[in-house]
């Protein structure tokens, strides 16, 4: 009895260790770089994913505010001075540019020369600035996509990798029991579902992420065409 104990001990002293740490410390340092770009990514693509939202949640609730002011029925222009100097979200700076387009123009005007070619250079510099907003608005979100194409790929690349080094260790051993070839497997399937970690949020986020944008874009737009058309409508006054 004695000895079977001894036996049984030697024999699980050399069980391979599967938990999360056990199978990467004991990977090919080619998997185990796989699962460091897997994890970096992951963990970069969570920190957008969390600024984004927060940003986007931030800028809904300021363009919410602005509307209630810009619609009260208050002078355009007190708004804009007290907005000019610090145009702190996107809809406020599409204003202020609007508006100093308009003041600069009509601060150089003499007599009724205001006209078409204002009302273009109004809606050019709107154009530019909801581009330029949304461009920063937009900022990294191409890498949620990137992570979310090419991770299971890099994923896939550890998989065969650690499939490669199992048939290694039964080609070495001549044996193709499963004490042999399972840590090769169990390290090929973690980059696998490392892979898929990384990929399934950033593919979800990115989608969520790109239509709240949209939503807010076509909001901008929206604000541009109307602030416009009082813009218009002030001039054509004054040409009559």
Sequence with gaps: MPENAVDIIDLGSDIPDFTLWGMFSGADWIVQLVMLVLLGSSLW??????????????????????????????????????????????????????????????????????????????????????????????????????????????????????????????????????AVVAPGIAEALFATAMGLVAAVPAVVAYNKISNDLGRYANRLEGFADEFGTILSRQLDEEHH
């Design 45 to 178: 693509c969570w920190a957008i994913i969390y600024d984004k939202s927060k940003r986007i949640r931030r800028v809904i609730v300021q363009a919410d505010k602005f509307d209630v002011e810009f619609w009260s029925g208050n002078s355009l222009e007190d708004l804009y001075e007290r907005v000019k100097k610090n145009p702190d979200h996107p809809m406020a700076a599409l204003f202020v540019a609007a508006m100093r387009e308009w003041q600069r123009a009509a601060s150089g005007r003499s007599g009724n020369k205001l006209g078409m070619g204002l009302q273009d250079r109004i809606y050019r510099v709107m154009r530019v600035t909801v581009s330029r907003e949304m461009e920063r608005l937009e900022n990294y979100l191409s890498f949620l996509a990137t992570v979310g194409s090419t991770a299971p790929f890099v994923g896939l690349f550890g998989t065969v990798w650690g499939i490669m080094n199992a048939f290694e260790q039964i080609a070495i051993t001549h044996n193709s029991s499963l």
